[in-house]
């Protein structure tokens, strides 16, 4: 009986067929079929939707365009080995808890596929939960010095401890539903502002 077959071209579905004979000369035949696949399971890593910074220590682990057949999959924070990884099934969203203090961190993807050929996909995202600082000035519009002006319009300066974008209102400011601008930076200086329209001390928040 020969049991070799012939695995070449294409991987998909192989089908395989045998014929056996017995000494009166009674013939049987069998077929059976098995899925050959050669290439490693692929996918996408997107960590928190895409973001390079996160506020937020669970955040979600995202693999798109993954293979059809992709079974399992492991995540970690630490360096991952595949072949000997504790897997899980595979799930293309999943949330994952960041460990440790601020900063980089990297994420590590195992994908495993219902051959047993594996993917490491990596992905690095910044976690800040520390709120940024800094100091704001109010000068007046001509860059002339003093406590007072007599004109509505101000000119706003401010720096933080690390790049910002900001938002700028009289009096009270809700900075969770804020209007912010786009370019993030350490400092600015010289944004035109007005002041309420009623004298008196004047509070400008950022």
Do not use: W
């Amino acid at each position: 009986l020969d049991t070799s077959s012939d695995n070449s071209g294409s991987d998909g579905d192989k089908v395989i067929t045998a014929c056996v004979k017995d000494r009166a000369g009674n013939v049987g035949k069998g077929t059976s079929s098995i899925g050959l696949d050669r290439k490693n399971p692929g996918g996408t890593l997107v960590l928190a939707g895409g973001s390079s910074h996160t506020r937020s220590t669970s955040i979600e682990v995202s693999v798109t365009n993954a293979d059809s057949d992709v079974a399992q999959m492991a995540i970690s924070s630490l360096a991952i080995t595949c072949a000997t990884a504790s897997t899980v099934g595979f799930n293309p969203r999943t949330l994952f808890a960041l460990s440790g203090i601020d900063g980089e961190k990297t994420v590590n993807v195992c994908l495993k596929d219902r051959a047993g050929r594996s993917t490491l996909l990596s992905g690095t995202i910044v976690l800040d939960t520390t709120a940024p600082a800094g100091s704001l000035t109010i000068a007046r519009a001509d860059g002339s010095a003093g406590d007072f002006t007599s004109a509505r319009s101000v000119n706003i300066s401010g720096s933080g401890n690390e790049a910002i974008v900001y938002a700028l209102a009289n009096e009270g400011l809700d900075c969770s539903s804020a209007t912010y601008g786009s370019t993030f930076s350490t400092t600015f200086s010289g944004v035109a502002f007005d002041l309420f329209d009623q004298d008196g001390l004047r509070t400008v928040k950022a």
